[in-house]
């Protein structure tokens, strides 16, 4: 990807990654801490976490293009190092909300006679009732609060190092864009 109505894609598309992967980061951490939180947050994460996984390598691809067309200077190399880690910190993030996910789906159960709640005026799963509650087989220890504990730990660890990078590398992309290109004094003329 080249240009977005005639500008470099990269600085449009910088710009989804810098709002879109540190509030994935903070929903990963809020699903993964807030059991609450990981039944409605857990499955929109886990879509959105890979979505700016995969927009990653399209934004440094697309900064790559720019990066041929612009001066050559220190601190543009010093962004473009750094843009090559995004995803590195992306891939970690993507994982465990989809790990998050996975083991919030397999912490629900599935009742297929819950549609008859009562059977001849007894409720289901009691007395002489007919409805029984299925398991599925689970993978990643749902009910394991070791295994939450250590998700949670690392999920912590995912987002901050996610939001620290994609600090780091916006800061220097703006150091690069801008330093030494504009007066600290307002242009002549100027009302304000």
Known sequence: MT????????????????????????????????????????????????????LVPITTDAGEWLDRRVANTP????????????????????VLALVVWWRQREHTVAAPDSAKSEVDGETAGTGGGTATAVRRKTYLAPASTTVTTVIAVLAVLAAGAACYDIYRIGDSGAQAAWQGNFSQNPAPGDGH
Do not use: F, Q
């Open 3 to 54: 240009t977005i109505n005639g500008l470099p894609a990269h600085i449009l598309l910088v710009h989804a990654i810098v709002v879109l992967l540190p509030l994935s980061a903070l929903l990963l951490v809020l699903s993964s801490l807030w059991p609450k939180a990981r039944g409605k947050l857990a499955g929109p994460n886990a879509i959105l976490a890979v979505l700016v996984t995969i």
């Open 75 to 94: 601190l543009l190399r010093a962004h473009t190092e750094l843009g090559d880690t995004a995803l590195y910190v992306a891939i970690p993030v993507a």
